[in-house]
């Protein structure tokens, strides 16, 4: 989606590593930040989410933090496995409710 | 369990072909969507429905058209299929909440030749 940039688009971690996929976005009326996880050949699922009035959601390995002030949010997967190796997607809720996607990240991690 | 299903699950066919995508779901969501997934571009939003009287267009509608048959099916038609609509589609449900999570169906792939 146009309104929503994530980076990397690729990126490659050795396991036990850290992942950091970063997103930005354009709205700032914005207030609902998912994340979801698409392995190879099945359908996204939601990971984490995270709402405005809040800078920081963990959950086990997977947090998400946010900066409404810089319009952006970034997903964290620390002590990284095989099993998180996928496409991962941010979104953004416009002002309709519907959801913006970015264009996804591959996190390949390799033993 | 209930669940988001679409068929068919794969389908080729040449162009100028029409082509129907079925969705249906036992969540009892009221709200529905289409979206189109390619390499490099995310999910796009082709059409959404908020409930079965309620039709939308999303970023990238042209070349496709829908039908709310009930709250729980939601097809989406290609009239003329063109090579460039070869792509992963998936449908998927919320519930009325806003903001809501989005439960996606298993994808149809869609070849035309």
């Known amino acids: 989606g146009e309104n929503v940039e994530q980076h990397p688009s690729t990126l490659s971690v050795q396991e036990g590593d850290s992942a950091v996929i970063k997103c930005t976005y354009s709205?700032?009326?914005?207030?609902?930040f998912p994340w979801y996880k698409q392995e190879l050949g099945k359908r996204p699922q939601l990971i984490i989410d995270i709402r405005s009035n809040v800078g920081e959601k963990k959950d086990q390995r997977i947090a998400v933090t946010l900066n409404k002030t810089a319009k952006h949010f970034s997903l964290h997967i620390t002590e990284t496995q095989p099993e998180d190796s996928a496409v991962y997607f941010c979104?953004?809720?416009?002002?309709?409710?519907?959801?913006?996607f970015g264009a996804g990240t591959q996190v390949v991690v390799t033993p | 369990d209930a669940d988001v299903t679409q068929t068919p699950r794969n389908r080729i066919t040449k162009t100028g072909k029409r082509i129907m995508l079925e969705c249906s779901q036992t969540k009892g969501h009221d709200r529905m969507y289409w979206y189109r997934q390619d390499p490099g571009l995310g999910l796009r939003l082709i059409y959404y429905?908020?409930?079965?009287?309620?039709?939308n267009k999303g970023e990238i509608s042209d070349g496709y058209s829908v039908s709310r048959q009930a709250q729980a099916k939601f097809s989406l038609s290609l009239e003329s299929a063109i090579p460039n609509q070869t792509a992963l589609y998936f449908c998927a449900t919320s519930d009325g909440q806003l903001p809501g999570e989005l439960f996606f169906g298993e994808g149809s792939r869609l070849t035309v030749l």
């Open positions: 709205d700032s009326a914005s207030n609902y």
């Open positions: 429905s908020f409930d079965v009287k309620d039709i």
């Open positions: 979104a953004e809720t416009d002002s309709w409710g519907k959801l913006q």
